[in-house]
């Protein structure tokens, strides 16, 4: 068992910056995801890091803007978003799969979740 809980959320203005952070507990993970989910939308894949060797992938949209990262010693992982948009407005989830080191984009492959961390974006 794992399990995930996301912190850094908030309300902030176009352009400006935030750091989401997801502290793991109970077990080491193959891949760490982002997801997020606006209201009356699927929620939407953002951003997978593979815990060994670090390779990541990330949705378009958010691509050059966001930046996810691990930290082995505190076993974290973060989400560093530059640039919001209001269309980032969602409430931010961490997800983790365990298994191989395939970086799905796909939320049902994930096993474990956090509690999600809400992100607004005013114009």
């Known amino acids: 068992q794992g399990q995930l809980v996301e912190s850094g959320g908030g309300l902030v203005q176009a352009g400006d910056s935030l750091s989401l952070s997801c502290a793991i507990s109970?077990?080491?993970?193959?891949?760490m995801g982002w997801f997020r989910q606006a209201p009356g939308k699927d929620r939407e894949f953002v951003a997978a890091?593979?815990?060994?060797?670090?390779?990541?992938t990330y949705t378009g949209s958010v691509k050059d803007r966001f930046i996810i990262s691990r930290d082995d010693v505190r076993n974290t992982v973060s989400l560093q978003m530059n640039n919001l948009r209001p269309e980032d407005t969602a409430v931010y989830y961490c997800?983790?799969?365990?298994?191989?080191?395939?970086?799905?984009?796909?939320?049902?492959?994930?096993?474990?979740w956090g509690q999600g961390t809400q992100v607004t974006v005013s114009s």
């Open positions: 890091i593979r815990w060994s060797g670090g390779a990541t």
């Open positions: 109970g077990r080491i993970f193959a891949v």
């Open positions: 997800a983790s799969k365990v298994g191989n080191g395939a970086l799905i984009t796909n939320a049902r492959q994930y096993d474990f």
